[in-house]
């Protein structure tokens, strides 16, 4: 006898249970996210995590030693990579690392690609932090964990619900006219920004970036010419889509370029610098992923 088939709800109920299926933090990830909700955090205790984590330390200091960051003699010591870095930097190279390592536990379906998910998380992450550092936005130390994390919702449903994340991407592929949003909604009654902001939410991640996460297609409006992290959030994906850094399944025919999207965020005279820092950064990062 065939079992009848699950209604939306049952769809949504199963897609948020994911969470149960992803792996847990490690004590160093935890730690590091922990740290974002804190009003002061020193150089020399973002040094103390990474230090008790013998891969993670390994990872930092042959980024620092690596092309970009490189000066006269070798970086051998967190501490001493804290002073070319920054906390910031730091931090954010260090959460990369981290949750690129968890993913890799992750058992998802033949047409989800777990590198290129990581590559267009950690480019997207990079680019907020550049647009954070050049506009006016509410909250923007947590522009690169937002970008790290904007995806999450996708994986959740590619992990949860395999023959639907299918269906999704073949009807999305067919039409010209839905987002993807509208796609998931379609066929599972809910979608991936929902499901990523109720991930962070778990996970405890400051408020700002659950919201940014839950709204970055939909981005709240600009106070006072403040832009909200939403919107950095979502300038910062388009920029790097249009750079061609994108999850291929979920991809769309886009249109213009990326100099064009900083053009419209303001940026239209810094956007080489910007591209140019990015490039940078990013090459030096991917081939960790």
């Known amino acids: ?28 990830l935890s730690r590091l996210l922990a740290s974002l909700a804190k009003e002061d955090v020193f150089l020399k205790e973002i040094a103390a995590i990474i230090e008790k984590d013998t891969v993670l330390t390994g990872h930092v200091l042959k980024l620092v030693n690596s092309v970009l960051y490189a000066r006269s003699g070798t970086i051998n010591s967190v501490r001493h990579a804290v002073s070319i870095l920054g906390l910031n930097k730091l ?33 997207t992450a990079v680019m907020a932090d550049q ?12 522009a690169f964990t937002a970008g790290l994390l904007h995806a999450v919702g996708k994986l ?17 592929q067919d039409s010209s006219k839905l987002t993807m949003e509208e796609t998931e ?9 929902e499901l ?43 920029v790097v889509n ?14 213009g370029t990326a100099e064009t999207v900083l053009a419209e965020a303001g940026l239209k005279e810094e956007a080489g610098r910007i591209l140019g820092e990015f490039q ?10």
């Open 242 to 255: 249009r750079l061609d850094v994108m999850i291929p399944a979920c991809a769309s025919q886009i249109e």
């Open 1 to 28: 006898m065939t079992a009848p088939p699950l209604s939306k709800q049952d769809l949504r109920e199963r897609a948020f249970r994911t969470l149960n299926q992803l792996p847990p933090f490690s004590p160093t």
């Open 185 to 193: 909604y379609f066929h599972i009654g809910c979608c991936h920004t």
């Open 196 to 238: 990523g902001a109720a991930a962070l939410g778990e996970w405890k991640l400051p408020a700002d970036i659950q919201e940014a996460v839950g709204n970055q297609h939909d981005p709240r409006p600009d106070q006072d010419g403040v832009m909200d992290l939403s919107g950095l959030l979502l300038v910062a994906h388009r």
């Open 131 to 142: 647009l954070a550092q050049r506009l006016r936005v509410r909250y923007p130390e947590g």
């Open 280 to 289: 940078s950064e990013f090459g030096a990062m991917r081939g960790f992923f």
């Open 156 to 172: 959740m449903i590619a992990i949860g619900l395999p023959e639907q994340y299918e269906m999704i991407l073949a009807t999305y």
């Open 91 to 123: 931090r954010n190279v260090a959460l990369s690392l981290s949750v690129a390592r968890m993913w890799k536990s992750v058992k998802t379906p033949r047409i989800w690609s777990q590198g290129a998910f990581n590559l267009h998380s950690v480019a």
